[in-house]
């Protein structure tokens, strides 16, 4: 059966609100996916039913929000293609990130080279400039083409014996661009470095299988996923985790301490030191379960066909600029009005119901590549529909006639 979005979209309670009168037209699921019953009730249900610390329990609430908490570190796995060890459980993409970066910190030497894209989130920038102010790595950035697809060749020529890591986004939040993550990968062990790959975006909008992309760690967020905030996920290869030094320490994350020394769990919880988001890992286990009742190629088309129909609907719109255009694309459109900022743009779409994001979308150098200080950014998810679409349209050929 073909991808029903009006079923899927009926499973979001929060789609049939308003806006300043209007329907709620949600085109910001790239910052935040919005949420389906199915995690919220799992997420008040451990609450009302099983609730208490977990791998502490010697109670039976203590037994069963350990498993119910575990059975999601299980989905996880499941979902990426991974063993249930090479899971880790953190805050957000973001933690996952400063996670790997911090405990690579311990292992470079100065001079020792980190390759990125110019089209990275702040997330996947920052830890890595860390290590260049406190550890003398040296950063470099892979560039981008006017497209917004990234310039393999000109990312190959930046490899050498001194790239000791990659990291670089499956999907860019700004431009939409897809990266060809395995043959990057390939590329860049072939050259010896650990590759991280920042999933946060790419993960949403098509199945991701890390053994078969070969990575050495892989990140990602529960929000983007239609699951809670407060939980990321850090793949990480089992030789890997096993050879990176914790991140935070506290309990639970421990072999043993005395007043003298103290040795460590085994990964994954050597690296989920103190009380995890226990409710948030179990709300990101329900959002895999529910995402599992569809297929991923049926959404993936959906909203690939929504993207199309935007752009085709604007392609006249001589008043409009989108930033990334590359084959392939995923369902996000960043643009600049001319005339107009970003911010007002997004103001007076809200006026309409439609909600958008202005900003840099935490990619200034990619801002800055593209000669522009801000954009503007509709992105689409599963439940958006082709009248939310011509809705958008309308209401941003509108804002535009303000401003002429
Ligand atoms: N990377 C990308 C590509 C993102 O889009 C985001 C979220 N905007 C992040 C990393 C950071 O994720 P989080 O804020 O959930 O930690």
């Known amino acids: 059966m073909a991808f029903d979005v009006h079923a899927a979209r009926a499973e979001f309670p929060i789609l049939a609100r308003q806006v300043h009168g209007k329907p709620l037209v949600y085109l910001d699921s790239a910052a935040s996916a919005q949420k389906p019953r199915a995690v919220i009730e799992a997420m008040s249900h451990a609450m009302e039913h099983a609730y208490s ?162 990575c050495d760690y892989y990140v990602f967020s529960g929000h983007k996923l239609y699951g809670p905030t407060g939980i990321g996920i850090l793949y990480g290869k089992a030789e890997r985790l096993a050879a990176l030094p914790p991140y935070q320490g506290g309990g639970e994350m421990i072999g043993t301490v005395t007043f003298d020394e103290i040795t460590y769990a085994d990964a994954p919880h050597r690296f989920e030191a103190g009380t995890p988001p226990i409710l948030e890992a179990i709300g990101l286990g329900a959002a895999i379960d529910w995402l599992g009742g569809y297929d991923r190629a049926e959404i993936a088309e959906h909203e690939a066909k929504l993207y199309r129909r935007v752009r085709e609907a604007l392609n006249g719109a001589n008043w409009l600029r989108v930033l990334g255009e590359a084959e392939g694309k995923g369902a996000i459109l960043s643009f600049t009005v001319d005339g107009a900022h970003a911010h007002d743009v997004a103001q007076i779409l809200d006026r309409y119901g439609v909600a958008v994001r202005a900003g840099t979308h935490c990619a200034e150098p990619l801002m800055r590549r593209f000669g522009v200080t801000s954009s503007a950014r509709a992105s689409f998810a599963l439940y958006n529909t082709e009248e939310e679409a011509d809705a958008f349209v309308d209401a941003l050929t509108r804002t535009q006639a303000f401003f002429a």
């Open 53 to 214: 610390n977990v791998h502490r329990g010697l109670h039976t609430l203590g037994n069963e929000v350990t498993e119910a908490y575990e059975a999601a570190r299980r989905k996880v796995a499941a979902f990426i293609g991974c063993d249930v060890g090479e899971v880790v459980f953190t805050k957000g993409g973001t933690e996952a990130i400063n996670l790997v970066a911090a405990g690579l910190a311990r292992t470079l030497k100065p001079g020792d080279e980190i390759l990125l894209t110019q089209m990275e989130h702040h997330a996947n920038i920052v830890p890595w400039h860390f290590l260049r102010e406190h550890w003398g790595a040296v950063l470099k950035f892979a560039p981008v083409n006017d497209d917004g697809s990234l310039d393999v060749e000109g990312f190959q020529a930046l490899l050498s014996e001194r790239t000791k890591v990659v990291a670089f986004t499956h999907m860019s939040n700004v431009l939409g661009t897809k990266n060809p993550v395995r043959e990057l990968t390939r590329m860049a062990q072939d050259a010896g470095a650990q590759v991280l790959i920042d999933g946060c975006q790419g993960i949403v909008h098509g199945p991701v299988d890390v053994r078969e992309i070969g």
